[in-house]
């Protein structure tokens, strides 16, 4: 069974402090990892992540991921409050199927 | 470009009444899902349909019906509602490719079953 394992589960950081989410995971003919960011409602596509050690950046988000270990890091640098929200990680497996997600981080970032 | 759409967006049952929640996508996607979010537990897969006409079960399908008699429309049924099915629950599309594509989210639908 695939299972995807975030940490911590909960984050909460000052506006300007740089954070790390963790994502860990098992799962069978691995191809692809996703983050999406989740504030209200719809969860949001941030990065997809296919090959290790090629990070995916965009503006104060940045992504890897290690094939090897098995997991992926999102690290956001100079937070601030509009970055508060649940951080979602999933993985796919062979062929286009279906997001196997795991908890979700829910980072609060406080003036 | 409206996406992924769901309907209604809130609903409140009785327990043992039947329900049916309508995603419609407007991309041509082939892949449709429903998941159900819970606090502190996720997303978690419903059913999937990978087709028109086609449907499969996914990691909680107890209790809940699909069908997609159309490309654009998955719906989701409840039969018999319990209130173990109080849940905020998400569809979403994604299209076929040649690589992996990211899946697009419906704004969720709230429902509370008393």
């Known amino acids: 069974e695939d299972k995807v394992v975030q940490s911590p589960l909960s984050l909460v950081v000052h506006e300007g402090d740089t954070v790390t989410l963790n994502c860990s995971y098992e799962?069978?003919?691995?191809?692809?990892l996703l983050w999406y960011k989740q504030e209200k409602k719809a969860p949001t596509f941030l990065f997809m992540l296919?090959?290790?050690?090629i990070e995916k950046k965009s503006g104060r988000l940045s992504s890897i991921l290690d094939k090897k270990e098995l997991f992926s890091i999102l690290n956001i640098t100079a937070t601030q409050t509009g970055d508060s929200a649940v951080y979602l990680c999933?993985?796919?497996?062979?062929?286009?199927?279906?997001?196997?997600f795991g908890k979700g981080t829910r980072l609060s970032v406080i003036a | 470009n409206a996406g992924v759409t769901q309907t209604p967006k809130f609903r409140v049952l009785k327990t043992g009444q039947s329900m049916t929640l309508l995603c419609a996508q407007d991309?041509?996607?082939?892949?449709m899902y429903w998941y159900r979010q819970d606090p502190g537990m996720g997303l978690r897969l419903i059913h999937y349909?990978?087709?028109?006409?086609?449907?499969a079960k996914g990691e909680v399908p107890d209790g809940y019906n699909v069908s997609r008699l159309k490309k654009q429309n998955f719906l989701l049924g409840l039969e018999s509602a319990a209130p173990s099915q109080t849940s905020v629950y998400f569809c979403?599309?994604?299209?076929?490719?040649?690589?992996?594509?990211?899946?697009?989210f419906g704004q969720g639908t709230r429902l509370t079953v008393v």
């Open positions: 979403a599309s994604s299209p076929w490719a040649r690589g992996d594509t990211e899946a697009f």
């Open positions: 799962v069978t003919n691995f191809r692809s």
């Open positions: 296919t090959s290790s050690g």
């Open positions: 999933a993985v796919r497996n062979s062929g286009n199927t279906p997001l196997v």
């Open positions: 991309m041509n996607h082939e892949y």
């Open positions: 349909s990978v087709g028109e006409g086609t449907t």
